[in-house]
């Protein structure tokens, strides 16, 4: 099956009643997406992410995400280590995520946000080593300073979400046991250098994502220009997910049925709760 291993059904795009998430899943598993992962992003929505992935039949994921710390509270770390404890034995219940660093976003860059955000970073990669859970990784020009803390504080396996970096630092991710997620971006073809990257990567270094509703493809995305001509923007869902690996397959001149059963195989060593809900 295929495996999207980082997707936001909870998201506002999917409807206040996920009566969206619900139908776009239907549609997902129709094409031979059998399970998604769920990351959370505060606090806020620790119960929401539990309960649709209980309701789709799904897996998920409970962190803060670095876009949020400006507004976390530290108190949120400790209800963040209460869920963990109270659910420990939810088998949908895959890692500690999304977390991570975002040097991206002017805000998130001054000096205090910086420190704050690696504060947190440390503070969730601590929890996943006491609940022994692996972390999916915000990474966006941060992957150095995502590798230093990780290397001080290694949690075993994960995944490095959306994973653009170079091949130097793809191999000390992998040296930490993580695996490279890749979506949607990688079928631009003017993203030369990723496509490069996910096609001479070793096939057990990679696992398929759709970041849903984020990262559209190609074929759902629409230029500024002609989203001011009213051309709407698609919105992106698991469903894609089969398509993107196809591509991948393309670029790395293997068949489709190789490429999902590679992404199926390293999903499941990266996020090994993963394989007990088959």
Known sequence: ????????????EFGPDHALAVAARERA????????VIPAVERANFDTVRALAHRLGDAYALGIHPLYVPQARDSDLDLLDAALTEHRDDPRLVAVGEIGLDFFVPAL?????????????????????????PVILHVRRSADV????????P????????????EQQA??????????GFGGAV??????????????LPLDALVLETDAPDIPPQWLYATAAERAEGCAQGVNTPAELPRIGAVLAGLRGIGVDEMQAAAQANAWTALPRLKALT
């Open 1 to 12: 099956m295929w495996i999207d291993t980082h997707c936001h059904l909870d998201a506002p």
């Open 29 to 36: 598993a129709a094409l031979g997406v059998g399970r998604c």
């Open 109 to 133: 860059c001054t000096p205090e946000m910086r420190e704050r955000q690696v504060a947190f970073y440390r503070a969730q990669l601590r929890l996943a080593r006491k609940h022994g859970l």
């Open 146 to 153: 995502l590798l230093k803390h990780l290397r001080e504080l």
């Open 155 to 166: 949690t075993g396996s994960g995944i490095a979400h959306a994973f653009n970096g170079s």
């Open 171 to 180: 191999q000390a991710f992998l040296n930490q046991g993580f695996k490279l």
């Open 187 to 200: 079928t631009f073809e003017p993203a030369k250098q990723l496509r490069r990257l996910a096609s001479a």
